[in-house]
Antibody
Framework: QITLKESGPTLVKPTQTLTLTCTFS??????????VGWIRQPPGKALEWLAL???????YYGPSLKSRLTITKGTSKNQVVLTMTNMDPVDTATYYC??????????WGQGTLVTVSS | QSVLTQPPSASGTPGQRVTISCSGT????????VHWYQQVSGAAPKFLIH???QRPSGVPDRFSGSKSGTSASLAISGLQSEDEADYYC???????????FGGGTKLTVL
């Protein structure tokens, strides 16, 4: 059974750095072609792809947020970490992680709502 | 403004067939596979169609996808009330070297 779960702060202050962790099970990020991506959704708005990391450590970032994002494999082999710097209230959104195989997001986490407010 | 253009809304009555379009360019839809996701209100997106027209296991055959040139479509036949959701297309953009989602289409079952 494949599962993914996002974890991290629910509230961050403007200018702070957000760190989110995706903990997954049922697949391995060492499998050729496998990836994990992050997607966010502001309240009432559309999905926005943020970042993607593959089994070979190749990384891709959304063009509009590239300068603020870093995606890495976690210290645990079943985790992927996303950091986003200089948070702003417009970054308030539900953040999802999903398995990429290789570019289909076939399994998604439940999402975690992050609010940016002072 | 999304690189992939979808109509903001669509509607139909139970039993009807509805289609949702996704328009892109030669750098995205024209060159890469299109995927579709269904998002029921308050839930995470669900994988609905991959590689233009392939249904993952468990997705009813009422859902079908197609692609021609720089446009893709999702068709839902025999519309049911449970199909009321937001639908998103997605594909890779070779120029941006990034994954793109469409702006989403809200389907209402009347």
């Amino acid at each position: 059974q494949i599962t993914l779960k996002e974890s991290g702060p629910t509230l961050v202050k403007p200018t702070q750095t957000l760190t989110l962790t995706c903990t997954f099970s049922g697949f391995s990020l060492t499998t050729s072609g496998m990836g994990v991506g992050w997607i966010r959704q502001p309240p009432g708005k559309a999905l926005e792809w943020l970042a993607l990391i593959y089994w070979d450590d190749y990384k891709y970032y959304g063009p509009s947020l590239k300068s603020r994002l870093t995606i890495t494999k976690g210290t645990s082999k079943n985790q992927v970490v996303l950091t986003m710097t200089n948070m702003d209230p417009v970054d308030t959104a539900t953040y999802y992680c999903a398995r990429a195989w290789p570019r289909d997001f076939d399994y998604w986490g439940q999402g975690t709502l992050v609010t940016v407010s002072s | 403004q999304s690189v992939l253009t979808q109509p903001p809304s669509a509607s139909g009555t139970p039993g009807q067939r509805v289609t949702i379009s996704c328009s892109g360019t030669t750098s995205n839809v024209g060159r890469n596979s299109v995927h579709w996701y269904q998002q029921v209100s308050g839930a995470a997106p669900k994988f609905l169609i991959h590689t233009n027209d392939q249904r993952p296991s468990g997705v009813p055959d009422r859902f079908s996808g197609s692609k021609s040139g720089t446009s893709a479509s999702l068709a839902i036949s025999g519309l049911q009330s449970e199909d009321e959701a937001d639908y998103y297309c997605a594909t890779w953009d070779d120029n941006l070297n990034a994954m793109m989602f469409g702006g989403g289409t809200k389907l209402t079952v009347l």
